[in-house]
């Protein structure tokens, strides 16, 4: 199962056989139900994820509030770049990564993880192409962060989960919604009403719908 997956989902690194072959030797893969967290923050890498089916979040938290903003998504055929960094650092993680939807997840231990990255290029052009894409997704959210009013950001947000889980039919709870951008649920519901009054989305119990225009 895991060469079907590497093949599948992470080609790059599939490509060389000798890589791939120790991969398979030292992997395992699990299945992690939605909400469970694969990364505290504070805490230190144990394995590298890969993710072949399912979806996961990273977020930053802030102690001062509890407030917890979300950084980026690991979809399959992609890791948590920060878990590599913090691993090559020797240093806690700054994040937290959770299970948004059931996942399957080919695990690599962190050692392991070391020894590879030392032995094959195709691994650390693996992590450099991915640490490309997560940075261009962070400029993005620090963008929307400083320069975008309240109710632009929570449009944008919307959109990405919408693309991202590939439905215009976003079901969520205004709660969940105010966790991912570390908001209050009060001021979550008054942004949401606001957008549905300006045409954007549609409102139902449990649901977003968003609109064409």
């Known amino acids: ?5 590497l093949e599948t989902y992470f080609p790059k690194l599939a490509k060389m056989p000798e890589l791939k072959e120790e991969l398979i030797a030292i992997s395992s893969v699990n299945t992690f139900e939605s909400g469970t967290v694969i990364l505290k923050q504070g805490g230190y890498v144990k394995v590298i994820p890969l993710l072949i089916s399912g979806l996961a979040k990273v977020f ?3 102690p001062e509030n509890g407030n917890e903003v979300l950084l980026y998504y690991i979809k399959p055929g992609e890791s948590c770049i920060m878990s590599m960094t913090t691993l090559l650092h020797n240093t806690a993680s700054k994040v937290k990564a959770i299970i948004e939807e059931k996942s399957e997840v080919v695990l690599i231990p962190a050692d392991k993880a070391l020894q590879i990255a030392k032995k094959y290029p195709h691994w650390n052009e ?8 997560k940075f261009d997704e962070l400029l993005s959210v620090i963008e929307i962060l400083t320069f975008s009013k309240k109710d632009i950001r929570l449009l944008e947000y919307l959109k990405k989960e919408a693309k991202i889980k590939h439905t215009i ?14 908001s209050s649920r009060e001021v979550i519901s008054r ?4 957008l549905e009054v300006d045409g954007f989305i549609k409102l139902a119990q449990g649901s ?6």
Not at 1 to 5: D, K, L, Q, R, V
């Open 1 to 5: 199962m895991i060469e079907e997956a």
């Open 60 to 62: 930053k938290e802030e």
């Open 126 to 133: 693996f992590i450099y192409d991915l640490f490309n894409m």
């Open 169 to 182: 039919t976003l079901y969520t709870t205004h709660q969940h919604i105010a966790y991912d951008l570390g």
């Open 191 to 194: 942004l949401l009403k606001k």
């Open 208 to 213: 977003v719908t968003l609109l064409s225009n």
